[in-house]
């Protein structure tokens, strides 16, 4: 059974060479043989085998070094400079004497002045001014003269029985007709509340001399102007008069007596010009003190704070 088997199968394995064959021939018949294409071949060279390389060793590689954070330092604040103002210029010297200007058509000098009567005869001349504690004209004291001289005689009369006519080119002083001396009992309780300025002694507040009163200048209105100081000896051994006002001088009570006082330094005597009978009269007041700095930066200080507390 095995050799009707295998048989049939071998039949068929001849058969499809055979048909194998056939188609292999029936190629070539159609295509004819066919050569394969020639390509030019290119030979490289082959470089002899060099030596092996050494490796080296690596080259050190250059690092950028790491910067290490420094605690930061903390900022001081910006100030911003102030703008400094020059300070301001000082102020001009303060003046340390006032004087005023006083024409000789405006007042007369008393001493030695001329006194006559209405109808213009001469009865004496004048050779005191008597004043009270407040600096007032009381009386005047003339010297009546007699016959040739003799029997000449100094009586007081009230300080209102007089006028007084500076541009007079005769006799300056008029005396009224009805006019009645002092008594001497009056003369005599007065005393110690009057003074005559002739000779007397002007002093400072603290006692210090200032010089002696010469002479005494009358407007017309019978109004004391001035009064002419012999400063010689006082400030220095020059013989030196000067003019003061009247208003400078005031009087107090010492030793039951009036003295007549005025505050003019040394400075302020030498800065006074000299006083001379032909040229019009330099009458010399003591400047008055500055204001205070404190009390003139009293409402200035207020001003500010005030400001401040309505912020």
Known sequence: MTGGFLRPARRVLIFAVFALFALSGCSSLLWGNQQAPIVDATIMPVEPASAPVVA???????????????????????????????????PPPQPIIVLRTIDRNEARTLLDSEVQKPDGKVVGRAVDLIADAGGKPREMVVNLQGFLGVGDRKVNFPWGAFRFTPTAKAAPI?????????????AAKSAAVQLPLIDATVERSNGTKVGRVIDVLIDANAQPQAVVLDVNGMVSTERRTIAANWSALHFVTKD?????????SDAQINATPPYT?????????????????AAASAPAAATTSNARAAR
């Open 56 to 90: 080296s060793a690596p080259e050190p590689v250059e690092t950028e070094p790491v910067e290490t954070e420094q605690p930061k330092k903390p900022k001081k604040p910006v100030v911003k400079p102030h703008k400094v103002e020059p300070p301001p210029p000082p």
């Open 174 to 186: 008029t005396l009224n007709a009805t006019a009645t001396p002092a008594s001497a009992a009056a």
């Open 256 to 264: 039951k007596e009036l003295h007549p006082l005025i505050e003019l």
């Open 277 to 293: 009978s032909d040229k019009p009269v330099r009458a010399v007041s003591p400047a008055l003190p500055p204001a205070p700095a």
